[in-house]
T-cell receptor, first 113, second 111 residues
Framework: SAVISQKPSRDICQRGTSLTIQCQVDSQVTMMFWYRQQPGQSLTLIAT?????????ESGFVIDKFPISRPNLTFSTLTVSNMSPEDSSIYLC??????????FGQGTRLTVV | GDSVTQMEGPVTLSEEAFLTINCTYTATGYPSLFWYVQYPGEGLQLLLKATKADDKGSNKGFEATYRKETTSFHLEKGSVQVSDSAVYFC??????????FGAGTILRVKS
């Protein structure tokens, strides 16, 4: 298994500002994933973050809005830039040790006002 | 693209009732199928999985069988408890570790 720590657990931010979410894993992993869970909806993959290369973004998500860093095999950050109320969501970090068996952090609950 | 459809909730049951949460999928490849659970105030965790047709995944009294002919992976439990109250997500992957999730089904169990 993997233990994932996310910070902050929640935040309330002003529109137009940016928030950086940190994800720390207790073991080295090749791929880390960032998901968004909008209120009352399912999880949507934002991007896959590989150490040493650019993140791969899913359709509808762009690097300028959601820049990702992956400086080593146990850590990643996701920044939500120039926030608007529509960005209010839970953001989740995830890793997989085997195909499909994902482990998730507890998430960051973001409210943009 | 790949997708997962779950029955809408919330599902409200009395303790010891039988539970079924329906899940169907569409996939271009040959997917692996999963149920994840999110208990109140906690992160998502894997409940069970099945990687090929007719496989039955099971855990904590929950079961689901991979039915290729009906493209389904319905979650069942014979006798639910209040502690089973949570949100349940059906998911699949066909390309490595990229998961596609259903919308989630809220289960509420009353004592």
């Amino acid at each position: 298994s993997a233990v994932i720590s996310q910070k902050p657990s929640r935040d309330i931010c002003q529109r137009g500002t940016s928030l950086t979410i940190q994800c720390q894993v207790d073991s080295q992993v090749t791929m880390m994933f960032w998901y968004r869970q909008q209120p009352g909806q399912s999880l949507t993959l934002i991007a896959t973050a590989n150490q040493g290369s650019e993140a791969t973004y899913e359709s509808g998500f762009v690097i300028d809005k959601f820049p990702i860093s992956r400086p080593n095999l146990t850590f990643s950050t996701l920044t939500v830039s120039n926030m608007s109320p529509e960005d209010s969501s839970i953001y989740l970090c995830s890793v997989s040790l085997r195909v499909g068996e994902a482990f998730f952090g507890q998430g960051t609950r973001l409210t943009v006002v | 693209g790949d997708s997962v459809t779950q029955m809408e909730g919330p599902v409200t049951l009395s303790e010891e009732a039988f539970l079924t949460i329906n899940c169907t999928y569409t996939a271009t490849g040959y997917p692996s199928l999963f149920w994840y659970v999110q208990y109140p105030g906690e992160g998502l965790q894997l409940l069970l999985k099945a990687t090929k047709a007719d496989d039955k995944g099971s855990n904590k009294g929950f079961e689901a069988t991979y039915r290729k002919e009906t493209t389904s992976f319905h979650l069942e439990k014979g006798s639910v408890q209040v502690s089973d109250s949570a949100v349940y997500f059906c998911a699949l992957t066909t390309y490595g570790n990229k998961l596609v999730f259903g919308a989630g089904t809220i289960l509420r169990v009353k004592s």
